[in-house]
């Protein structure tokens, strides 16, 4: 799983179309608003496919810690396939995605988690500090800087 997390003042989306993902889930709110939290755009990929759950659960682990660290109690988790692997089968990434949510939901966080299968407009504001921006592959077996 790869892993790009904001530190965003605000991050708000619009549905737009469909993506050309043969999974598409229905969309409850076209729009969603988050305001101060961390936005992690997260790209879930073949390799983790034969262990999905330690791979959720390696991902909310970095996620809360980084959130612990900034201070933050709310997340979008947003499926974004573009970062540079290769997909997982989209079953696949929508169990790790709500898994990562589930975990972070349960350690007390306020979290969304966008619709999969769907292009989405953009509205962000980033922040502007060393940790406003970070870059994460996660495995089964641990996880590691991007940069």
């Known amino acids: 799983m790869r892993l790009l997390i904001f530190h965003v003042d605000r991050f708000a989306y619009t549905v737009t179309e469909p993506s050309r993902s043969p999974l598409r889930e229905p969309v409850v709110s076209p729009h969603y608003v988050l305001e101060e939290g961390l936005l992690a755009l997260a790209s879930v990929e073949r390799t983790d496919a034969p262990a999905p759950e330690r791979v959720a659960e390696r991902a909310a682990d970095e996620l809360l810690g980084l959130a612990r660290q900034l ?63 970070v870059g994460r592959i996660i495995s089964a077996n641990g996880a590691q800087d991007a940069s």
């Open 71 to 133: 201070g933050v109690e709310r997340a979008v988790v947003h499926p974004f396939a573009h970062l540079f692997g290769e997909p997982a089968p989209p079953r696949v990434a929508l169990a790790v995605l709500d898994a990562v949510a589930a975990r972070l939901a349960q350690a007390g966080m306020t979290v969304h988690r966008s619709p999969f299968g769907w292009f989405t407009r953009w509205d962000l504001q980033a922040k502007g500090h060393p940790l406003s921006r």
